[in-house]
């Protein structure tokens, strides 16, 4: 991740001939205290490599409780059931960062650094504006939701269907992914339904779909299944260390009857939740040429700073960067 260069104090950071990535800018209040949020710089030209990378901007905002109106409740629905609409526009709170800025984006980005992983950076806003699947089939071979891809518009949603039909690779790093339609007007986003309420169940895309989650009260480790054992995403992983990282979980995904025939389970977290039967899932499967990996587990880019699964991610990109 880049700093922004330091400019003189501005209103706006006042973005100059960057290369595109995640940049933070660093801003004091006339009071003096800090903020440091990030923010994407678009590509100069699309497909210049071959991996796109987004950001779950969307996500942020709906989980920014930044109370513009001053009426006592956070301007988002998780604050209250009957807001139904988010504006993409508030600055975040705290020190600026988006909500779990450390915990669940930090890693993953230092993982692409250190390793010279080279992707196109997206925001939603910026995927939005790609009008078919076809132009991004023809740009990039692996699209990676490294977040939990929470909330997503009709045309996203078609948009990344069709991906993987074109036979487009897709890597879910988290858990939630697409579970919420939403519509866009102007700067704000308003909640409509479930997909899965729509026909369309998000593990028909992703392979799993969200069961549960308990704020992170439990949490556990992966252990591999019969298939995960002999399978090439753990080849070369010191599987006696797998178990020392005890922490995924948070929200969970599983597999459902819709989900891709030939699907395959990886590995599992049991967290015990109160609901004994609730488990994060990792799986695999594929469609025609299109590769789709899933991590099942809101918590899972965090595991980067443990050397075990690096591997795992690793195997995972070297096996999905290919067409």
């Given at each position: 991740m880049g700093e922004a260069p330091r400019q003189p104090r501005h209103d706006v950071v006042r973005i100059g001939d960057w290369p595109n990535g995640i940049y933070y800018a660093e801003v004091e209040a006339s009071d003096g205290r800090m903020g440091y949020p990030p923010f994407v710089v678009r590509p100069h030209v699309y497909g210049a490599h071959r991996v796109a990378y987004i950001v779950h901007t969307n996500t942020w905002e709906a989980y920014n409780h930044q109370d513009v109106?001053?009426?006592?409740?956070?301007?988002?629905w998780y604050a209250a059931n009957g807001i139904r609409n988010v504006d993409l526009g508030r600055h975040y709170i705290g020190l600026g960062a988006p909500p779990k800025w450390c915990a669940y984006d930090l890693a993953p980005l230092h993982w692409l650094y250190r390793t010279g992983k080279k992707?196109?950076?997206f925001s939603d806003d910026d995927i939005?504006?790609?009008?078919?699947?076809?132009?991004?089939?023809?740009?990039?071979?692996?699209?990676?939701?490294?977040?939990?891809?929470?909330?997503?518009?009709?045309?996203?949603?078609d948009l990344i269907t069709g991906y993987r039909n074109l036979g487009g690779n897709l890597m879910f790093l988290s858990a939630?992914?697409?579970l919420w339609c939403i519509e866009r007007h102007g700067n704000r986003i308003t909640r409509t339904a479930e997909w899965r309420w729509l026909g369309r169940p998000e593990s028909r895309l992703i392979g799993v779909q969200y069961?549960?989650?308990?704020?992170?009260?439990?949490?556990?480790?992966?252990?591999?299944?019969p298939f995960g054992r002999s399978s090439w995403e753990f080849e070369g992983v010191d599987r006696t260390a797998l178990?020392?990282?005890r922490w995924f979980g948070i929200e969970v995904d599983m597999?459902?009857?819709?989900?891709?025939?030939?699907?395959?389970?990886?590995?599992?977290?049991?967290?015990?939740?109160?609901?004994?039967?609730?488990?994060g899932e990792m799986t695999y499967y594929t469609r025609g040429r299109a590769k789709v990996f899933a991590a099942g587990v809101l918590n899972f880019p965090g595991s980067t700073y443990y050397p075990a699964y690096r591997q795992v991610f690793e195997n995972v990109w070297a096996r999905l960067v290919k067409p």
């Open positions: 109106n001053a009426d006592g409740w956070g301007d988002t992707v196109d950076f939005e504006g790609v009008r078919t699947a076809r132009t991004l089939a023809n740009r990039y071979d692996l699209i990676v939701f490294p977040g939990h891809e929470e909330y997503v518009t009709r045309h996203m949603n939630t992914n697409f069961r549960g989650n308990d704020e992170g009260t439990h949490r556990g480790r992966y252990t591999l299944t178990p020392l990282w597999t459902t009857s819709v989900s891709p025939r030939g699907i395959h389970v990886l590995a599992q977290v049991n967290p015990h939740m109160p609901n004994p039967r609730l488990r």
